[in-house]
């Protein structure tokens, strides 16, 4: 039901199915990614990443007009972010490594904004705090493998006087009544709140600013952020350049199978230091089965795959959808029980956090080549 459902950029609640995100995105104003949309993609990037195959990126703005643009051989940037709040878990991770597939695919720039001045206005953070999420969870994202010189890290607090005078330009353009509108503001809220949207929004249009010429962006995020974007895409073109387009996901649901994987319940998601036994542990005792009762039953009417916290993590994360089809075959049937299907999505998960445990300290010694410089366009 959507009227028990609440989604802003700092708030989530409620258990979302998939006709609750398709209109959610329609009353936004984003365009649910069809069948057709999904063969146009194909078509540039040869396979379809599990994450659009199984609609966890669903929805979109403009991303049409921009595989055309692009077909006619404008390229594009990409840009996303991370707001360093706390210790990132799998949920967090999702479009990062769907961004990460789209730089391969497209072999193009890809800007992170680390906004660590939203964490500060919106969540009760110090410096300190700040400037360890900002440090860890920069490690963690980067550690996904990203074209090092094509990827460019720009933390809100360290590149402030750049981000400042464009995120005038946008602000002068927004006034209260519409942020109130959009985000639910008070009068009470503070009027950095007022003003974050305005920095959220440069990273969209920068190279354009920096190169004095258009250059089209894409920007991949979980739909909690279109508010955001939706005001940036009305305020971009009064200032001259053009609207980016967007692909947009669903979130990652809580281990227990409503909601969606919260940094507030440790044990709701899988976090990324979690290792081999935590996360087999956190999938034995919390994740939603969609299995029997009993070994027994199970072996005799099968499962609900389709329900199944672990089966739906693990066709995620599995590049191969004939193995996903076998998979959800066997599950269905009963030859696979739910503890099986548990531990072998535990094995999974816990191979991706080990592949990005092993990455880390290279990344680590070639930290300064990621940050953000205009002087590199
Ligand atoms: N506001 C986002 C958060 O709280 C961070 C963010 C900044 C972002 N720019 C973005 C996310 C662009 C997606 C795309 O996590």
């Keep these: 039901m959507v009227d028990d459902v609440s989604i802003t950029p700092w708030e989530v609640s409620g258990s979302l199915g998939d006709t609750d995100y398709s209109r959610i995105a329609t009353e936004f104003g984003a365009k649910v990614i069809d069948a057709g949309l999904k063969k146009r ?101 980067l550690s996904l493998g990203f074209i090092p010189e094509k990827t460019h890290i720009l933390i809100d607090s360290r590149n402030s006087g750049l981000l400042y005078n464009n995120a005038i330009k946008v602000a002068r353009h927004i006034n209260v009544s519409l942020a109130k509108a959009v985000f639910g503001f008070s009068d009470s809220d503070n009027v950095g709140k007022y003003f974050f949207t305005s920095i959220q929004a440069v990273p969209s249009f920068i190279l354009s600013e920096i190169k004095g010429k258009s250059v089209r962006c894409l920007i991949p995020y979980a739909i909690d952020q279109d508010p955001h974007f939706k005001v940036a895409r009305d305020v971009i073109p009064k200032i001259g350049w053009q609207k980016p387009s967007s692909i947009i996901s669903k979130f990652i649901p809580s281990l227990k199978g409503t909601g969606k994987m919260s ?115």
């Design 263 to 377: 940094s507030s319940d440790e044990n709701s998601g899988i976090y990324l230091d979690d290792d081999r036994r935590t996360v087999r542990r956190k999938l034995m005792k919390y994740a939603f089965s969609g299995g029997r009762d009993t070994a027994e039953e199970q072996r005799k009417f099968g499962a609900n795959p389709d329900i199944d916290f672990a089966f739906n993590v693990f066709r995620l994360l599995e590049q191969n959808p004939s193995v996903v089809g076998k998979v959800y075959e066997e599950y269905k049937t009963g030859k696979i029980l739910s503890g099986e299907m548990k531990a072998m999505t535990a094995d999974r998960i816990s191979d991706l956090l080990e592949e990005l445990m092993a990455r880390r300290d290279d990344v680590r010694n070639h930290i300064g080549e990621y940050m953000f410089d205009p002087e590199k366009f």
């Design 41 to 141: 993609i194909s078509e540039f990037t040869g396979d379809l990443h599990p994450f659009l195959l199984y609609d966890v990126f669903y929805a979109h703005r403009d991303l049409d007009l921009l595989l055309d643009a692009y077909s006619r051989g404008e390229s594009f940037y990409l840009y996303t972010g991370r707001g360093p709040s706390g210790k990132m878990h799998l949920g967090h991770l999702l479009p990062f490594m769907f961004t990460r597939w789209l730089q391969e695919k497209f072999n193009v720039d890809l800007i992170i904004q680390i906004t660590d001045d939203e964490k500060f206005l919106f969540r009760d953070l110090g410096r300190d705090d700040l400037e360890k999420y900002t440090n860890e969870n920069v490690l963690d994202i």
